[in-house]
């Protein structure tokens, strides 16, 4: 009797319109050889060795980090390239202000000829992949076609991919299509294009995860915004985590902070000692997709099955659980290593690198010894705080949404929106100040409307007149907080100690959530009063709590300013809700 796995088709037979799209990109690109990637666990380890083989992947120390590898990309190809980065609409108006635009015939005619013949000498890999739990209805799948077996090794750890991805595009007939090529790593011809309308995506020139991991960004936040538009829920650049008090309750949250605001840190934050009987878990770290559900309530999952995360930092202190995490079964990209081939990176309280991220012997004058931008990419079941809810079909429900950024004086540590129609308002004017490692002028405030002025694949002011939709088919809709871990005193030190004690600011709110803490109104919102908030056991200096907690009319007003400003560039599309809550607020500042 013939075994089940005899009996599988071959995954070329699986899907039609997979296949024929497959052979329609193989004669424009002339590859030496087709292989469809099964998504098996033999099949990374037979790709990791011809990679090592190569010598394109660097074995670690296997004695202190088994199962790792080093990646290291070209010197000009370490990052997203934001400038290069368009949205393909017929209308520019569709894309917005917010985004670089290209008409898509355009767009179309220049990656065609970027595309022809790219892959002669190469293999044309066929990566069909699941973003979210392959049994979820809010799961959504795509394709990959890459000539990189470094972006199949990462996507094979990002996403559900494989043949059981393909058995469910094949049922559903629909997926974003995804194609890809490393091309000559110039940067002169690189180019990230996103053509919603058609749910494509075409990247040339790079092989950089956030530019050539097409289920990442490309997929799951700009192309997945504007499916979710048209489908009635939410694509977000969002950490969820579960927190359950010692009370035994558990509530999910779901966070968007620009770069440098402590994500990684709150999506596996370990809840200090002077804080007993707290536990965190980890649903996701970057990405959410929200979506109303029949109680009421809004749902979200994390599309993604792994982590890829910035390296320099991570330290037992910073992040223990991250730390732990990436001992093992770990690819890391363009981090230093020491003499005895252990990744090195800045950070870390021990080790010395002996090469730098280039293989160059590390010579501090050459710069960091690990590239600032460098990665880990890895499973998140090796997150010691991962949450088996992940994995649930109808998602976790969330019982607040949150919104932070980096400011030195105005945002006070935490105030809580009126009601959803202003949470909208308060997620649309998040800013934040950029760092010396980001600009070369500190202190610049920079508007990221949801954290995701990088991502949203459509214009802000149509995904802002969405938000509000949204939230009209909510009966129990999420409270909607604002925070701020970096307020600082008039020597420049933080007022707030940050990393675990952010707990206290969370129990806040789900106590709030539950109707149990109390809170003043403010012209902003509604704040806690120092008693609402617990602070046992921390060493604040005194007057600190009250300044973390205080609104300054003055500055607030000059915000409102600059916020009306900002949102005046999105012209006619503006939702009329937003400056009529802007409107209350400047009001009650008086």
Known sequence: MATAAHTLLPLSQLSRPVTQWVNQVRELTQPRAVRWCEGTEAEARELTAELLKSGELKNLNPEFFPGCQLYRSAPSDVARVEHLTYICTRSQEDAGPNNHWMDPQAAHAKMRDLFRGCMRERTLYVIPYCMGPLDSPLARCGVEITDSPYVVLNMLIMTRAGRPALERIAREGGFVRGLHSTGELDPERRFIMHFPEELSIESFGSGYGGNALLGKKCHALRIASWQARSEGWLAEHMLIVGLESPRGETHYVACAFPSACGKTNLAMLIPPESLPG??????????AWLHPGEDGRLWAINPEAGYFGVVPGT?????????????RDTLFTNVAVTADNQPWWEGLPSGKPALDWQGRPYDPANGPAA???????????????????AEDARGVPISALVFGGRRREVAPLVYEARDWRHGVLVGASVASET?????GQVGVTRRDPMAMQPFCGYNFGDYWQHWLNVGARLARPPRIYHVNWFRRDAQGKFLWP???????????MLERCAGRAGASASAIGNLPRPKDLNTHGLNLAPGALEALLTVDPALWRREVGEIREYLAKFGARLPAALLEELGKTEQQLG
């Open 435 to 439: 760092t010396a490692a980001a600009v």
């Open 498 to 508: 940050g990393y675990g004690e952010n707990l206290r600011v969370l129990a806040w």
């Open 278 to 287: 707290w536990r965190v878990y980890t649903v996701g770290d970057d990405i």
């Open 371 to 389: 590239h600032p931008n460098s990665r880990f990419t890895v499973s998140a079941r090796r997150n010691p705080s991962w949450s088996p809810h």
């Open 315 to 327: 330290n037992p202190q910073t992040n223990r659980n991250a730390y732990e995490m990436i001992r």
